[in-house]
């Protein structure tokens, strides 16, 4: 395999969290803040909540409120009161950013040698959300699903984001912690890809490379 000269990420669990999807964060939160609820209960509210605000949000929406309105909603959808969601929002935002200027760290390493992309199944105001925080500034191409009008595991989505960085498959890097709409559509176009999950101990192909955290991709790119 050739050293890449493009890196994909996709956002929400990687970026803005090691390896562990929103709805898992949400979740986490809620029952911290002592709602019992079945995670089969859960998962069908947290869905409603964020297919509601596909493509009915602004564009120029940021992360803040973006998270905002989700927990305000998944709240309400779970039966709980305003005070919840925006307690959870507060929790939740404050993990993420953390996170992405952890990331924003890393990214400023990487960007030295490698053109940068963000790919994520997302409600159609990603680019605002990355350049409103610290990792804006070496992205230089956000696909939104939403925008692009295909989600992961759609092929069509990273070929978005290859074309934009004037580059291919075989010379990109993509780097998820979703196994069916990652790993599963970076394959589908053969875009060689690592994925981001702790605990996992191989990935979705032979030889794969899994990480626990961001901060070890440097030592698993080609």
């Not at 090691?18 to 079945?38: C, H, N, P, Q």
């Not at 925080?133 to 956000?142: D, K, L």
Request: glycine residues 10%; negative net charge.
């Amino acid at each position: 395999m050739k050293p890449p000269d493009a890196l994909l990420f996709d956002f929400g669990g990687t970026l803005d969290a090691d390896g562990i999807a929103w709805k898992d964060r949400f979740f986490a939160l809620v029952s911290d803040a002592g709602v019992a609820v079945e995670p089969e209960a859960f998962d069908s509210a947290f869905y409603a909540a964020d297919d509601a605000l596909v493509g009915h949000l602004p564009k120029e929406l940021s992360l803040e409120d973006t998270v905002t309105r989700l927990s305000l909603d998944l709240a309400k959808a779970l039966g709980q009161g305003e005070d919840l969601g925006r307690s959870v929002a507060a929790r939740f935002l404050s993990d993420s950013l953390a996170k992405l200027d952890a990331s924003a760290r890393i990214l400023a390493g990487l960007a030295e040698r490698y053109r940068i992309g963000v790919v994520s199944n997302f409600y159609g105001n990603l680019e605002a959300i990355c350049s409103g925080t610290g990792i804006g500034r070496y992205v230089e191409v956000a696909v939104d699903s939403q925008a692009v009008g295909s989600e992961k595991p759609d092929p069509r989505i990273f070929q978005a984001a290859l074309s934009a960085l004037g580059t291919n498959p075989s010379r990109a890097l993509f780097v998820g912690d979703s196994l069916p709409r990652d790993m599963a559509g970076a394959r589908r176009l053969g875009i060689p890809h690592v994925w981001l999950q702790p605990g996992a101990r191989q990935g979705c192909c032979p030889g794969d490379a899994v990480i626990a955290k961001l901060s070890e991709l440097s030592r698993v790119i080609p």
